[in-house]
């Protein structure tokens, strides 16, 4: 597998289009209106927060859009990282939820954010 960079962005909303085909670790939520930011970068992979899930589990709902457009992405429990601090989602994040290409990847709920991404991604050098 090649190593991907690894960008880490406080919110989707600043995913840019440099961010193409990297792995993108963000603070943000995984709903719908966030996984629409990465939607229009396509990172090869990205991670949200679950933010609790919410109503109708809106805080992962968008890993389901995601994967319709064939971009892994996963989401690491509010309990163990910081909604909004993407170096707290790498750093101390628990997956919770993935779609099936994340599940392609290896990555799996109870993994530490940072283990599930060190044989995908580059070290992480910052942005």
């Known amino acids: 597998m090649t190593l991907r960079i690894l960008h880490l962005v406080d919110s989707a909303a600043l995913i840019t289009p440099a961010m193409q085909g990297a792995v993108v670790v963000t603070g943000s939520h995984g709903g719908d209106s966030a996984a629409g930011f990465a939607l229009g970068m396509r990172p090869f992979l990205v ?5 609790g899930g919410g109503l109708a589990d809106a ?29 707290s989602t790498l750093n101390e994040g628990v997956i919770t939820h993935v779609n099936a290409g994340a599940a392609a990847l290896g990555m799996a709920p109870g993994q ?16």
Not at 47 to 51: G, L
Not at 59 to 67: E, I, K, R
């Open 59 to 87: 805080g992962f709902s968008g890993l389901d859009m995601l994967q319709e457009a064939g971009i892994p992405a996963a989401t690491v429990a509010h309990t163990s990282a910081r909604i909004g601090h993407a170096a």
């Open 112 to 127: 530490l954010c940072r283990d599930a991404l060190c044989v995908i991604c580059e070290p992480y050098a910052g942005n």
């Open 47 to 51: 991670v949200f927060n679950d933010a």
